[in-house]
């Protein structure tokens, strides 16, 4: 079974893998997110995965088979919001998604070595949180589960007490659109219904 | 703490619980759901949690000051899909579902022993399935992910591959509408926000 090579250094995309029961390694690619000045989440998250695979590709003698990279963003009053680099960062993510609806841009980008092309593709789903108030933000970060992610919260921990309505798929806000995961897998041949599954399980996120 | 006593034997149910944290103790209630004879998924679901917490809270002296149970059907062509009872049952869920959007219901009951009352409450999901051929079917129910869910599918397992929209909260499908609950302990005065949290993680099925 040929093995993909994940360009990705998130956990949440590894479990994802996991559960694909794919065989896999990771090349976490890392490349300068400054340089993409895109201020559109599908350009900016399209551009962004595809950089991560042109790295690993770049860097590999002979090029393997399969090579997937993704990027995620959350989007809200046209600003786009990364990783929270400390709490109090995080503590202005939380208010500013507080009562509102926003966007999760996850992009992907995968590279087949038979026809020698970088397959792109977007997906996204919009999140309704409910309005916190103070106390429930601080207990939020509290938490610790805005570290890491973009947007600050995670749709499969804590945060699903305050999210009152998605519309989407739920994988696309974790990080790996499943359904057009498989999809693409399969238009690139791909023999993903025959590979062996794994013990594996959704991603968790175990709280510290 | 107050302790809560889960009245279902549902693993998910349970390890949501353990997600949010909450001090809790399972005692399985065992209520002939035949008897219910609602056509009606809301009112179905609602009469069937609310026996679940009936039945402890009439088992138990003196009564706990918190019990929760809850109940789960896929609904589809004016059809309730309860758990199929083997592969071919499965099977014939899956052929239903495929290439249709069906609703998720998921109902849940609160005793308040406080109040004496029984505090219950709806929350409903829609789910798209992309068209499935049977090579796929065959592939799905060969994980066995069918075995013991209303429907025959798990959204927190590899049925993911196959689902292209949701709309309503991912965590009704899978059995305990989160943001429902949240409010609903709130609603009752159920100190949530100050229960010390545990190493836990979102439910997640290990493929057998």
Redesign the interface.
């Known amino acids: 079974m040929e093995p993909v090579i994940l360009a990705s250094g998130s956990p949440r995309r590894q479990e994802f893998f996991k ?3 794919l065989p896999f390694s990771v090349i976490s690619a890392d490349i300068d997110e400054s340089l993409c000045t895109h201020t559109d989440p599908e350009k900016l998250t399209l551009e962004l995965a595809k950089r991560k695979v042109e790295k690993v590709l770049h860097d590999l003698n002979p090029p393997p088979p399969w090579i997937f990279g993704a990027d995620t963003v959350v989007t809200i009053n046209n600003k786009i919001l990364g990783k929270p680099e400390n709490r109090n960062e995080a503590a202005e993510m939380i208010r500013e998604l507080s009562g509102c609806q926003h966007k999760v841009v996850t992009s992907m980008a995968l590279y087949n070595g038979r026809k020698k092309i970088i397959d792109c593709r977007s997906a996204s789903c919009t999140v309704l949180f ?1 309005s916190l108030n103070e ?2 933000i601080n ?1 939020y970060l509290d ?1 610790n589960e805005w570290q890491g992610v973009a947007g600050g919260y995670r ?4 945060a ?12 696309t806000v974790v990080g790996l659109p ?2 057009e ?3 693409m897998l399969k238009d690139n041949g791909y023999p993903y ?1 025959t590979v062996g ?12």
Chains 1, 2 share one sequence.
């Open positions: 559960l694909l029961g409910s106390s429930e207990w938490t749709l499969q921990g804590l699903s007490c305050f999210i009152s309505n998605i519309s989407g798929s739920p994988s499943l359904n995961f498989y999809v219904l599954r794994l013990d594996a399980e959704f991603p968790s996120d175990h709280l510290k």
